[in-house]
């Protein structure tokens, strides 16, 4: 219950015992590109057509960055790294808001440092948590670390690569562009990583809020 009172998650109306009654949440994912059908076999984009417009998706990756911003920042339980969250598990509401459907990919960084304690490595490989969050190799202990060897934003913006970039249009597009190419390059191995990940964060957040004020 650590995120019991987050914006970000399904509000819970009640309860029975270990039974929760939560808010209802309408569209539980972002995009699903693992159907197989006649129509994705003719048109394989079709998984977009339901999308709502590029302002609204805006919207929600906003919500999508603040919540990154969010687990990495958590002040009471430290923090949080997305091991296994991606598009299937974010949701939003009818305004457009982000919530996450299932919380059981975001692990705490208490739980890296015990999976850490003890494992041999002598090379990255060796420290793969899960599919998101491989760690750090120590080369001087051979002993993996509880740090990432990619940022949390890493992931996040291929998943809004995906959902915004193929219909954006110019010059935002461009700039879009160049904010993802940042992004990929984030690595926490290297000198100046966290002021990189703020700004290349605080960048995307600007120009989404920019284009949404732009055409309103």
């Given at each position: 219950m650590i995120f019991y009172?987050?914006?970000?998650?399904p509000k819970v109306r009640g309860f029975c015992g270990n039974i929760y009654a939560v808010e209802h949440v309408r569209n539980t994912h972002l995009?699903?590109?693992?159907?197989s059908s006649l129509v994705r076999f003719f048109f394989p984009n079709s998984y977009r057509w339901g999308y709502p417009s590029w302002q609204q998706r805006a919207n929600i990756a906003i919500g999508l960055l603040e919540f990154v911003l969010a687990v990495y920042q958590h002040t009471t339980e430290g923090m949080f790294y997305l091991c296994s969250l991606d598009e299937s598990v974010i949701g939003y509401t009818n305004q457009f808001d982000v919530k996450l459907t299932d919380?059981?990919?975001i692990v705490p960084r208490?739980?890296?440092?015990?999976y850490s304690k003890?494992?041999?490595c002598t090379q990255n490989n060796a420290c793969t948590y899960a599919k998101y969050c491989a760690l750090q190799c120590n080369n001087d202990t051979n002993t993996c670390t509880t740090d990432l060897k990619r940022p949390n934003l890493h992931h996040i913006c291929a998943v809004l690569?995906?959902?915004?970039y193929f219909d954006t249009h110019n010059p935002?597009?461009?700039e879009l562009l160049q904010l993802f190419r940042r992004c990929y390059k984030l690595d926490n191995r290297n000198e100046n990583a966290e002021m990189e990940h703020a700004l290349v964060l605080n960048d995307l957040k600007s120009l989404l809020w920019k284009?949404?004020?732009s055409t309103s």
């Open positions: 009172d987050s914006s970000f998650l995009y699903n590109k693992n159907t919380l059981s990919g208490n739980t890296l440092l015990r003890g494992v041999h690569d995906e959902y915004l935002t597009r461009t284009q949404i004020h």
